[in-house]
């Protein structure tokens, strides 16, 4: 399966980074989170999820909710207070993506498997 979806990324990739918008905070329960738009990533995430269709997960599968996530597994309190001091401060921003990151969920962390850049 990594063989066929680095593949799959790899092609892809051949197109222009996608342009995305910071949007502000979302709020994740027990932690936080920088909220993102971008269509051209929903779209990317649709055409993978077609080519790798039987392979996802439930999670893979749900809605995509574009983020970034700053702080996780706290306490209400601790993540209601963060986000009360950086609401204040943030100004939505526009960038593009550099390319995909591909990782594998090990024993509690995030392991890179490979970085795969746009180069359209």
Do not use: C
Request: charged residues 20%.
């Amino acid at each position: 399966m990594e063989e066929e979806l680095v593949q799959v990324l790899k092609d892809l990739s051949a197109s222009p980074p996608p342009s995305a918008r910071m949007t502000g905070l979302m709020k994740l329960g027990h932690g936080t989170a920088l909220a993102l738009e971008s269509p051209e990533v929903v779209e990317l995430h649709g055409v993978i999820a077609e080519r790798m269709h039987g392979l996802l997960t439930h999670q893979d599968a749900r809605p995509l909710r574009l983020h970034i996530t700053i702080q996780n597994k706290v306490t209400g309190e601790a993540a209601r207070a963060l986000q009360a001091e950086l609401a204040p401060q943030l100004q939505p921003f526009a960038f593009r993506f550099r390319g995909f990151g591909l990782y594998a969920w090990e024993d509690g962390l995030w392991r890179e498997i490979r970085t795969i850049p746009f180069r359209g």
